[in-house]
T-cell receptor
Framework: GAVVSQHPSWVICKSGTSVKIECRSL??????MFWYRQFPKQSLMLMAT?????????EQGVEKDKFLINHASLTLSTLTVTSAHPEDSSFYIC????????????????FGPGTRLLVL | AQSVSQHNHHVILSEAASLELGCNYS??????LFWYVQYPGQHLQLLLK??????LVKGIKGFEAEFIKSKFSFNLRKPSVQWSDTAEYFC???????????FGKGTKLSVKP
């Protein structure tokens, strides 16, 4: 159980185009999804937190108009990188946290496989 | 600000050697602590977690970690590593303002056959 998928797994696009990344919780309802970014040889950095049915909360320094997040249902969150530029090339990872009241399960985050974005 | 430190950037061991990866955190509140593993080309997988109770936590694949509150540490251990343990290991604490995880920089483990 507790599987999170991401699509696509990798994408190459031209500078100026927009890219949408989907994050799905396959066997549980995720009231909260997190979007992280991982640079080579570095740790995961939180970009934003999305709660189902409400606006995402962005971390300092992350442009909300550039990284659009939508959490329309309890199993799907999307990240759209608008007008992508080469500096947006990175590995984007989502994680999902259940709204379950079961102790332990609620606090545990399950990660998707990541999406590697290369902007030319 | 909350932070997680993993002091070893790259550890190289031979098979059957014992492993201990250090993790220290700075966070004043109640902590939930995690170790995740990322095998080459794969996504992050949960190895083990600590919420409360017995500070010695056993996880999958023979890994264990000990929470020492006085030292703000949560070191990962395995008595005998295998080549298949070659991966990157991330320590994390659930201390972000949004309930997000704060990660250490990771430790790359290379096990020589």
């Amino acid at each position: 159980g507790a599987v999170v998928s991401q699509h696509p797994s990798w994408v190459i696009c031209k500078s100026g185009t927009s890219v949408k990344i989907e994050c799905r919780s396959l066997d549980f309802q995720a009231t909260t999804m997190f979007w992280y970014r991982q640079f080579p040889k570095q740790s995961l950095m939180l970009m934003a937190t999305s709660n189902e049915g409400s606006k995402a909360t962005y971390e300092q320094g992350v442009e909300k108009d550039k990284f659009l997040i939508n959490h329309a249902s309890l199993t799907l969150s999307t990240l759209t990188v608008t007008s992508a530029h080469p500096e947006d090339s990175s590995f984007y990872i989502c994680s999902a946290r259940s709204g379950s009241s079961l102790a332990g399960f609620r606090e545990t985050q399950y990660f998707g496989p990541g999406t590697r974005l290369l902007v030319l | 600000a909350q932070s997680v430190s993993q002091h070893n950037h790259h550890v190289i061991l031979s098979e059957a050697a014992s492993l201990e990866l250090g993790c220290n955190y700075s966070y004043g509140g109640t902590v939930n602590l995690f170790w995740y593993v990322q095998y080459p080309g794969q996504h992050l997988q949960l190895l083990l977690k600590y919420f409360s109770g017995d500070p010695l936590v056993k996880g999958i694949k023979g890994f264990e970690a000990e929470f020492i509150k006085s030292k703000f540490s949560f070191n990962l251990r395995k008595p005998s590593v295998q080549w298949s343990d070659t991966a990157e290991y991330f320590c994390a604490v659930n201390g972000g303002s949004q309930g997000n995880l704060i990660f250490g920089k990771g430790t790359k483990l290379s096990v020589k056959p």
